[in-house]
């Protein structure tokens, strides 16, 4: 069973740089979501999508971008890496949003240098 | 905005004995979903026990239980029989309903606490 997969699950960036965070899950989940996870912190939502075609702000959307073009898929997009956005990244899905589990990814460890 | 607030950073147990983690919540909502994720160190996030609010009763998943006091918005963890295993790090979460309003549900997560069990 495949789940969540976040790829890749490590990357080191330059400042300015751009890169793309994949994220697809294989549950017909309607809710995905993109958390970052700064070292001894708890996590803080990014991003988040209640279906294809629908997205929303959490709480540290600046510096980023998202898409839902498709259920499965919902990829995070930094624009200009900035070393602030150092930090593990977790792509998650649900598949009502209210009482149901989250499934998580393994993560992606980003350095921004 | 619900806020979520883990007192202890850091938390120690011998093998066999029990400990209870902290978690309080601030809402006004009446009714959400609270949450009890372990990350241990590959960084997974497991799901533990969950906890509907409009349920009196508290959640009990074999050796992990919680103790669900709404009016104080309160939700410990207790785990009984600590094993090695159980070393991780410990997310208390909040869940506000999907409605029309809210568009949409927000899992809110506090900053963590760090058990240690020790042989």
């Known amino acids: 069973n495949a789940g969540v997969t976040q790829t890749p699950k490590f990357r080191i960036l330059k400042i300015g740089q751009s890169m793309t965070l994949q994220c697809t899950q294989d549950?017909?989940?309607?809710?995905m979501y993109w958390y970052r996870q700064d070292p001894g912190m708890g996590l803080k939502l990014i991003y988040y999508s209640v279906g294809a075609g629908i997205t929303d702000k959490g709480e540290v959307p600046n510096g980023y971008n998202v898409s839902r073009s498709t259920t499965e898929d919902f990829p995070l997009r930094l624009e200009l890496a900035a070393p602030s956005q150092t930090s593990v990244y977790f792509c998650?899905?649900?598949?009502?949003?209210?009482?149901?589990?989250?499934?998580f990814g393994q993560g992606t460890r980003l350095t921004v240098v | 905005a619900q806020t979520v607030t883990q007192s202890q950073p850091e938390m120690s147990v011998q093998e066999a004995e029990t400990v209870t983690l902290s978690c309080t919540y601030d809402t006004s909502e009446s009714n959400y979903y609270l949450f009890w994720y372990k990350q241990p160190p590959s960084r997974q996030m497991i799901l533990v026990i969950r906890?509907?609010?409009?349920?009196?009763q508290n959640a009990t998943e074999n050796r992990f239980s919680v103790n669900f006091q709404k009016a104080a918005k309160s939700f410990s963890l207790k785990i009984s029989d600590s094993q090695l295993g159980d070393t991780a790090m410990y997310f208390c979460?909040?869940?506000?309903?999907?409605?029309?309003?809210?568009?949409?549900?927000?899992?809110?997560f506090g900053e963590g606490t760090q058990l240690t069990v020790n042989p």
């Open positions: 549950m017909n989940h309607n809710y």
């Open positions: 906890q509907e609010a409009y349920k009196q």
């Open positions: 979460a909040f869940m506000r309903p999907f409605t029309r309003e809210t568009s949409g549900s927000r899992l809110t």
């Open positions: 998650a899905s649900s598949l009502r949003g209210s009482n149901t589990e989250a499934f």
